[in-house]
């Protein structure tokens, strides 16, 4: 099989990793790729926001199964037009889509029927926006209601925050169209968690958990970001409670998505908050690898992650086996110094090859590239180093120990993941 695969991060990089594994495959190529992947696939030039140059090179290699990465692709409707020239891709199509390019959609969808989730307002005025914060008080969860790499999110402990959000989302569009509609949330105490699920034609296929890190610096201070680790399963969800989430809403969800002819097969995170009564709410979804969600999870899969696709797309279930390794997984994120805000490149990159890089502990480059013979950052999120190990504290060990191996000007990771 040739596959294809968008994108050009550590989540790509864990993607690229699994599907090499598959005796299924017999080629790789990613579009675009960086240096660690290229140690795996042939690197095509092509970004992920080009669709139809995407769809000639998929028809001109007679690519076999295309996995996207970064949801620029999706939204763009990479899904719909690889369908309609008889090309297998993973993903949602632009209808099913609108679950995660828009959270007031989702919202609405969730209090349709009556889904666990925070009570919100969506407004695309501002003067609106603001009368509706004078009326519920804060503290106030501000999003934007687009797509906007995990970021477009503001935790407003009082008015005046919620509002200077709303002013900066709305009027100042610091996360593009993304902000021309904010959602404004019940801010909900509690435990953050995820769960990442195989669907088939809106059945739940075989789930597992996670827990991410998105705020910057230690102590979960400091501006959101795509995430700054992850370890899986959580150790917060014993058996009874992954029972209650499936009842109280992956069983609902996906009757709400037959009922709005969103029919779905392929992969979902759920990401869910369990409030003080113990309640599990919905806060949003991804219809595809979430990073860096995704660099935990694949680890933990015990089975061909090319057998798995082909069987949900080719409406072939029945034999697949999915289980999940029941040790730990945890990863930390290397970024660049400033990020997610303003942040340099161009840094010359030293240790990468001194980490002891084996089946239960992996490098995944993310923003990395060569430039005139050296290995340099390009981006906000430079590389990731993933452990797993019988306890969530002998995964982290191994990965703070490899960890300290790497240097460039400006590197920063959180010290806490996994605490």
């Known amino acids: 099989m040739r596959i294809l695969v968008l994108g050009r991060g550590g989540r790509e990089h864990a993607i690229v990793w699994k599907v090499s594994r598959s005796p299924l495959v017999k080629k790789i190529y990613c579009a675009t790729g960086n240096s660690g992947i290229a140690e795996l696939a042939e690197l095509v030039d092509i970004k992920a926001e080009d669709i139809n140059g995407l769809l000639k090179f998929a ?29 297998k891709i993973l993903g949602p199509t632009k209808n099913v889509a609108r679950l995660e390019g828009s959270k007031a959609f ?34 106030l969860v501000v999003r934007a209601d687009g797509l906007s790499a995990g970021k477009g999110i503001i ?8 509002k200077l959000a709303v002013n900066v989302m709305i009027k100042d569009r610091i996360f593009g169209d993304a902000g021309r509609t904010v959602v404004l949330e019940e801010y909900l105490m509690g435990q953050e968690i995820s769960c990442f699920l195989f669907i088939h034609k809106n059945k739940v296929l075989s789930f597992t958990t996670c827990e991410d890190y998105k705020r910057a610096y230690d102590g979960n201070r400091g501006p959101n970001t795509g995430g700054m680790g992850a370890f899986s399963p959580s150790n917060k969800v014993d058996a009874a409670l992954e029972k209650k ?24 995170f759920v990401s869910l908050i369990l409030s003080e009564d113990g309640t599990p709410k919905v806060t949003e ?135």
């Open 106 to 139: 989702a919202k609405r969808l969730m209090m349709k029927y009556d889904i666990p989730t925070a009570r919100f307002g969506a407004f695309s005025d501002e003067q609106e926006a603001f009368k509706y914060i004078e009326k519920v008080g804060a503290p």
């Open 245 to 268: 989430i499936e009842k109280e809403i992956f069983k609902p969800v996906i009757t709400a998505m037959k009922k709005e002819g969103m029919e779905y097969s392929g992969v979902m």
């Open 155 to 162: 935790i407003a402990k009082d008015e005046i925050t919620a």
């Open 59 to 87: 028809e001109q290699k007679k690519i076999d199964l295309t996995l996207v990465g970064p949801e620029v692709s999706l939204t763009e409707g990479i899904v719909d037009l690889f369908h309609e020239h008889g090309l």
């Open 285 to 419: 979804f991804n219809l595809r690898f979430n990073d860096p969600l995704t660099q935990v999870v694949l680890p933990r899969l015990n089975a061909d992650l090319v057998e798995v696709v082909l069987g949900i797309l080719n409406d072939d279930t029945k034999k697949l086996k999915i289980e999940w390794d029941k040790r730990s997984c945890l990863n930390v994120v290397g970024v660049s110094e400033g990020y997610p805000l303003k942040y340099s490149t161009g840094h010359v990159i030293t240790g990468l090859d001194k980490v002891s890089c084996s089946p239960d502990l992996h490098l995944f480059h993310a923003g990395t590239k060569n430039h005139n013979g050296n290995l340099v950052t390009g981006g906000g999120r430079v590389f990731d180093i993933t452990s797993i190990g019988k306890s969530i504290e002998e995964a982290r060990k191994k990965v703070y120990e490899e960890i300290k191996k790497v240097c460039y000007s400006g590197i920063h990771y959180r010290k806490d993941i996994g605490i």
